[in-house]
Nanobody, 115 residues
Framework: QVQLVESGGGFVQAGGSLRLSCAAS????????MGWYRQPPGKQRELVAT???????TYADSVKGRFTISRDNAKNTVYLQMNSLKPEDTAVYYC?????????WGQGTQVTISS
């Protein structure tokens, strides 16, 4: 089993910044991907950014240049630095870990951006 614990959500004004963290524990294999998805109000969950253990990253077009994903492999922790936040970034953000064809999710953390 894998457990994901998120932190760092909150309420900020447009243009502000937030940093999300997600710590993974349990049976984590060397090759896996960790990242972030979000679910805006009334919409489906969508990819924000993900990073695989070899180091390749993928970003949603809507966050490129504003968000940065990083990870500390020794701590099995992934971070999402979010800058220049916009009201449309408001969503519940979920940490994700994928390995061996299985998906694991955190409990979600609310990010609210006011205009």
């Amino acid at each position: 089993q894998v457990q994901l614990v998120e932190s760092g959500g909150g309420f900020v004004q447009a243009g502000g910044s937030l940093r999300l963290s997600c710590a993974a524990s349990g049976n984590i294999f060397h090759f896996h991907a960790m990242g972030w998805y979000r679910q805006p109000p009334g919409k489906q969950r969508e990819l924000v950014a993900t990073m695989s253990t070899p180091g390749s990253t993928t970003y949603a077009d809507s966050v490129k240049g504003r968000f940065t994903i990083s990870r500390d492999n020794a701590k099995n922790t992934v971070y999402l630095q979010m800058n220049s936040l916009k009201p449309e970034d408001t969503a519940v953000y979920y940490c994700h870990l994928g390995q061996l064809r299985r998906d694991y999710w955190g409990q979600g953390t609310q990010v609210t951006i006011s205009s």
